[in-house]
């Protein structure tokens, strides 16, 4: 249930939190959205059942499988091990925010030209990172790029594809 984020913000601050369903302001993909969450919902669920911001998968639910991966302030983190009301002021990016209006994020676009993808269940997290990893170090080798994905499962074994097409759009990039 959506409401005002500002009437939201000061009733938290003047209230004590649960054991009921408390106010929340959770910044997702720059806009803010005030919601009540119980305080042992994470912040996949936030995600996924109030915002519909189903890219964010839930696999594991317990931070190890790296599927449920997001941007808290730009650090990549498994969402299904944070509770929605310990985020506080900080940006959330999920991979529905990761792309821009024109089109897919070039990390996107280069898991589909290599063949990244298989199930699809790992992959937005695998984006998540990868996009992180590209943002810190524009031209990363193998070793950077196992070691930005060493945290994801993926079951359909698309590891080669991912390192293949980070390091193309690593290449590419410097061209």
Known sequence: MKEDPQAIEKSAAASILGPGA??????VNGEAHALLVEPRTTLAEALRE??????TKIACNQGACSACSVWLDELVVASCSILAIEVGERRITTIEGLAADEGLHPVQEAF???DAVQCGFCTPGMVMSCAALLAENPHPGEAEIRTAISG?????GTYPH?????LALAEAEGD
Do not use: E, F, K
């Open 22 to 27: 408390v106010p929340i302001v959770l910044r």
């Open 50 to 55: 109030p915002l519909d911001l189903t890219g």
């Open 112 to 114: 589909i030209a290599h």
């Open 152 to 156: 994801h499962l993926c079951r359909c």
């Open 162 to 166: 991912v390192i293949q097409a980070i």
